[in-house]
T-cell receptor, first 110, second 113 residues
Framework: EDQVTQSPEALRLQEGESSSLNCSYT??????LFWYRQDPGKGPEFLFT???AGEEKEKERLKATLTKKESFLHITAPKPEDSATYLC???????????FGQGTILTVHP | DAGVIQSPRHEVTEMGQEVTLRCKPI?????LFWYRQTMMRGLELLIY????????DSGMPEDRFSAKMPNASFSTLKIQPSEPRDSAVYFC???????????FGSGTQLSVL
């Protein structure tokens, strides 16, 4: 059974204070690792897909990286509008379901 | 393309009542997923449809839950009878064409009193 563990559960940062979120996973065969952002009262919104160890993707202040056992979401010089819950999910070689972690609640204070 | 549309946005009901949640997926999809989100358990897959056929319903908690997809443009998730522990946010999600990422609706916030 696929498993995804995210840490920390919650992270408070000052504006401009860079940090990283962790996603550890166990999957029989990795088809892809996905990062989503979720704002209160909304559905998860796609950020990145990573397919193989060593791959990196960037979008504005976010950079996602992947190893064989974990992924990191690096946030550089965050702004208050980056505050959200960040979800990590894995897709195995099956039919396409995503197995999600519990998420990290990020709060960026001005 | 309006994306995945769910209704109602909020539903408050009393224990024992029937609840029906609705989803209109992205046009051109061939798969549909129902997820449930709670603080304790996060996002859990309830059921997966491919070409309107239920393929994996192993996440459906019990017989009180049922889901249908009568056509490619519409799906329902029904809970009968509802219980307070069913209180959660229910999401519908689909792929768009060959895109591997899932697109989520805004969810239905269900409260069973």
């Amino acid at each position: 059974e696929d498993q995804v563990t995210q840490s920390p559960e919650a992270l408070r940062l000052q504006e401009g204070e860079s940090s990283s979120l962790n996603c550890s996973y166990t999957v029989s065969g990795l088809r892809g690792l996905f990062w989503y952002r979720q704002d209160p009262g909304k559905g998860p919104e796609f950020l990145f897909t990573l397919y193989s160890a060593g791959e990196e993707k960037e979008k504005e202040r976010l950079k996602a990286t992947l190893t064989k056992k974990e992924s990191f979401l690096h946030i550089t010089a965050p702004k208050p509008e980056d505050s959200a819950t960040y979800l990590c999910a894995v897709r195995d070689l099956g039919y396409g379901k995503l197995t999600f972690g519990q998420g990290t609640i990020l709060t960026v204070h001005p | 393309d309006a994306g995945v549309i769910q209704s109602p946005r909020h539903e408050v009901t009393e224990m024992g009542q029937e609840v029906t949640l609705r989803c209109k997926p992205i046009s051109g999809h061939n798969s549909l997923f129902w997820y449930r989100q709670t603080m304790m358990r996060g996002l859990e897959l309830l059921i997966y449809f491919n070409n309107n056929v239920p393929i994996d319903d192993s996440g459906m908690p019990e017989d009180r839950f049922s889901a249908k997809m009568p056509n490619a443009s519409f799906s329902t998730l029904k809970i009968q009878p509802s219980e307070p522990r069913d209180s959660a946010v229910y999401f519908c999600a689909t792929h768009r064409g060959r895109d591997e990422k899932l697109f989520f609706g805004s969810g239905t916030q269900l409260s069973v009193l």
